[in-house]
């Protein structure tokens, strides 16, 4: 595992990051959020990713923190400027570069690959199954969208070349993994968080869009009930997120990307300053 993951040239960065727009289509759309949680239990049912959690974050007293972190990060990838991206993603390798234990890092590429494909997956899963699947080309969604692994530290030629290649990574990925009881543990606290019980209705919906998204096997590994009255719940919930979206004019859908870079930039910049003084106080 690489100490120091290797990072596209300046000039590279620029050329890759000038071609967006399929991407930052697909982005833009309020209804991808809904696969937030999929995507978040999909990552901890890999063990790495679950241990890095697990072993080097506060998930108890801020389980959000690496939901929020990780979209976070997407969206300045996705619709800020080079420089932009350049400096979050230099700060997001260097906490990755803190994150290492038995049998992970947090700057392995197949780990960084993992994470980025669980969100590629995910936004593909909404397109497909909610909107309107001719918007976005699928191939061209994928090929834009393995930039986030690679400005990270995982290369193109890491990555799988085309999206059927995609598609036979996460069936091969997602048919060995096994959830641990740190990956459970961590999803708990994302799932049923005890110091934001406020927000319990909110969080009611959010589990049962998540169990309706994720794969049977994962749902059942998290052990997350799913019954006859919960299927139909979930699916009146979809339907109507699907029939909202297909009624809103898009101008009215999507927030302005530069707000969405700023309050991004934002939380990441707060996140960073929190674990820096967590670490100094830790080693005081």
Known sequence: MPATPPIPTPERLTERLADRDVLRTLAAEPLVGLAAGRALLMQLAHPGVAAGVAEHSDFADRPLARLFGTLDFLLVTTFGTPEQVARIAAKVRGIHGTVVGDGYSGNDPGLQMWVNATLIDS??????????????DPEEYYRQARIVAEVLGCPLEAQPPDLAAFRAYMAE????????????????AVLWPRKLRILFPGLVVFRLVTAALLPEHLRDAYGLKWTPGRRRAAG????SASAGHRVTPRFLRRPPQPLLVRLATHRVNRTLSARRARRRAESA
């Open 123 to 136: 936004a593909l899963y909404i397109h497909e199954t909610l909107m309107r699947p001719r918007d976005t």
């Open 236 to 239: 009146l919930l979809l339907w």
């Open 173 to 188: 990925t997602l048919a060995a993994l096994e959830v641990t009881d740190a990956g459970r543990e961590v999803a708990n």
